[in-house]
């Protein structure tokens, strides 16, 4: 439930009860240490699950999706959605010479991987904001300023709303795009744009807005014109990876691993593996997500599951 005692107490349990093996998808990752101490004293291996466990060097391995690769793949969709580059990110013909304005958005501090995030998308932005293509008007440009804190949406919607207000002339002035690195962050950012009268939809001015997860509700504002993009991960890929990573372990052998030099949560570098991410457009709804039965289309329709 999104509850950093209730965990503690749970992996405390686990641990109590003779848990051979842990894989812990951490809610804050540094929250940990008393429970991974215990478990390596114990001589229990532990898999941390999509998000790192950090400052700990009783992390045996890591499972997620390539997260540098999220945020350079967020930085492509926002291109490509201002006209700037195609969906590859090749320089379009006929891309428009700017200035265009922009805004950031990082997720919460105390993830691991919203650095990644923000810094693949920085790095792949980096060149249209040198050259002056790009500008962050309200210069809220480092990820402590753009941070939001355990991926809020509500305090998303409010750093908005009050950036509208100083730098935006409460909407009255050109916003061409926001850099969301989540879902629930580009709703609520969605969400303070319509209010200050962008939109509703990208064809009316609302600015391309990018996302993460490929929640629901998210999907159904793709496929309604509102959100440009989000980025899916799979999670039956991952669930199936962090299995032959257990099974693995479980029977003496080393876990395969295609990631041993990024990872390193500050006392070690966790050895990985990391899934491929797909980008998410209106145009790839009925192929990618429909068409592998992540969702229905009448899900789709409705932006809820069944």
């Given at each position: 439930?999104?509850?950093i005692?209730t965990?503690?107490?749970?992996?405390?349990?686990?641990?109590?009860?003779?848990?051979?093996?842990?894989?812990?998808?951490?809610i804050d990752?540094?929250?940990?240490?008393?429970?991974?101490?215990?478990?390596?004293a114990?001589n229990?291996?532990?898999?941390?699950?999509?998000?790192?466990?950090?400052?700990?060097?009783?992390?045996?391995?890591?499972v997620?999706?390539?997260?540098?690769?999220v945020?350079?793949a967020?930085?492509?969709?926002?291109?490509?959605g201002?006209?700037?580059?195609?969906?590859d990110?090749?320089?379009?013909?006929?891309?428009p010479?700017?200035?265009?304005?922009?805004?950031?958005?990082a997720?919460?501090?105390?993830?691991?991987?919203?650095g990644?995030f923000?810094?693949?998308?920085?790095?792949?932005?980096?060149?249209?904001?040198?050259?002056?293509?790009?500008?962050i008007?309200?210069?809220?440009?480092?990820?402590?300023?753009?941070?939001?804190?355990?991926?809020?949406?509500?305090?998303?919607q409010?750093r908005?709303?009050?950036?509208?207000t100083?730098?935006?002339g409460g909407?009255?002035?050109?916003?061409?795009?926001?850099?969301?690195?989540?879902?629930?962050?580009s709703?609520?950012?969605?969400?303070?744009l319509?209010?200050a009268?962008?939109g509703?939809?990208?064809?009316?001015?609302?600015?391309?807005v990018?996302g993460q997860?490929?929640e629901?509700?998210?999907?159904?504002?793709?496929n309604?014109?509102?959100?440009?993009?989000?980025?899916?991960?799979?999670?039956?890929?991952?669930?199936?990876?962090?299995?032959?990573?257990?099974?693995?372990?479980?029977?003496g052998k080393?876990p395969?691993?295609?990631?041993?030099?990024?990872?390193d949560?500050?006392v070690?570098v966790?050895?990985?593996?990391?899934?491929?991410?797909?980008?998410i457009?209106?145009?790839n709804?009925?192929?990618?997500?429909i068409?592998?039965?992540?969702?229905?289309?009448?899900?789709?329709?409705?932006?809820v599951?069944?």
């Amino acid at each position: 439930n999104d509850d950093i005692p209730t965990q503690t107490q749970q992996i405390d349990q686990m641990i109590t009860n003779g848990a051979k093996i842990l894989v812990i998808a951490s809610i804050d990752g540094t929250a940990l240490s008393s429970q991974l101490d215990a478990a390596g004293a114990a001589n229990i291996p532990v898999v941390s699950y999509d998000r790192l466990i950090r400052d700990n060097e009783n992390v045996d391995f890591y499972v997620s999706f390539d997260n540098y690769k999220v945020g350079v793949a967020q930085g492509k969709a926002l291109l490509y959605g201002l006209g700037l580059t195609d969906k590859d990110g090749n320089k379009a013909a006929d891309a428009p010479k700017g200035p265009l304005n922009i805004e950031l958005f990082a997720g919460s501090p105390d993830d691991n991987n919203a650095g990644f995030f923000f810094n693949g998308a920085m790095d792949t932005l980096k060149p249209f904001i040198d050259d002056g293509t790009l500008v962050i008007k309200s210069g809220q440009t480092s990820f402590d300023q753009a941070a939001t804190l355990r991926w809020s949406q509500e305090a998303a919607q409010k750093r908005m709303e009050d950036i509208l207000t100083s730098t935006y002339g409460g909407g009255t002035e050109p916003l061409a795009g926001v850099l969301s690195p989540f879902d629930g962050i580009s709703r609520g950012i969605i969400t303070a744009l319509q209010g200050a009268g962008y939109g509703p939809t990208i064809a009316d001015g609302l600015p391309v807005v990018t996302g993460q997860d490929a929640e629901i509700a998210s999907i159904k504002l793709i496929n309604d014109g509102v959100q440009q993009s989000t980025i899916f991960k799979d999670t039956r890929l991952l669930a199936d990876q962090a299995v032959k990573t257990v099974e693995s372990i479980g029977s003496g052998k080393e876990p395969e691993a295609n990631d041993t030099k990024t990872y390193d949560n500050g006392v070690k570098v966790v050895p990985s593996y990391l899934l491929e991410v797909q980008t998410i457009y209106k145009d790839n709804i009925e192929s990618d997500i429909i068409g592998s039965g992540y969702y229905t289309a009448d899900e789709v329709a409705a932006g809820v599951t069944k």
